[in-house]
Nanobody, 126 residues
């Protein structure tokens, strides 16, 4: 049974930082790409960042480029999202997900992912 568990969310002031973690279990994830998405109230789930199996490919949404960094530790089956210079518009529930599709085209769409975590709330106050 595949399970993804996010942690690290919380309330932070604008300009602050948070580090999200996502621990995967149930199968080997070291060969598969993983991603972070977010969903704000009344909005669709949107892509934030993805990382291929080795960590060598890491596409980002334009809105977070230069502020967020995705990384992974395959030995720990964990993917991270370091979020710096947070803005109120970053407020959302953040989800991690795993895709078992190939990386011929970077997996930027939610439909490319087969398993999702329960999400962790990030709130940035102005």
């Amino acid at each position: 049974q595949v399970q993804l568990v996010e942690s690290g969310g919380g309330l932070v002031q604008a300009g602050g930082s948070l580090r999200l973690s996502c621990v995967a279990s149930g199968r080997t994830f070291s060969n598969h790409a993983m991603g972070w998405f977010r969903q704000a109230p009344g909005k669709e789930r949107e892509f934030v960042a993805a990382i291929n199996w080795s960590g060598g490919n890491t596409p980002y949404a334009d809105s977070v480029k230069g502020r967020f960094t995705i990384s992974r530790d395959n030995a720990k089956n964990t993917v991270y999202l370091q979020m710096n210079s947070l803005k109120p518009e970053d407020t959302a529930v953040y989800y991690c997900a795993v895709t078992f599709t190939t990386w011929l085209v970077p997996p930027l769409q939610p439909t490319r992912y087969g398993y999702w975590g329960q999400g962790t709330q990030v709130t940035v106050s102005s």
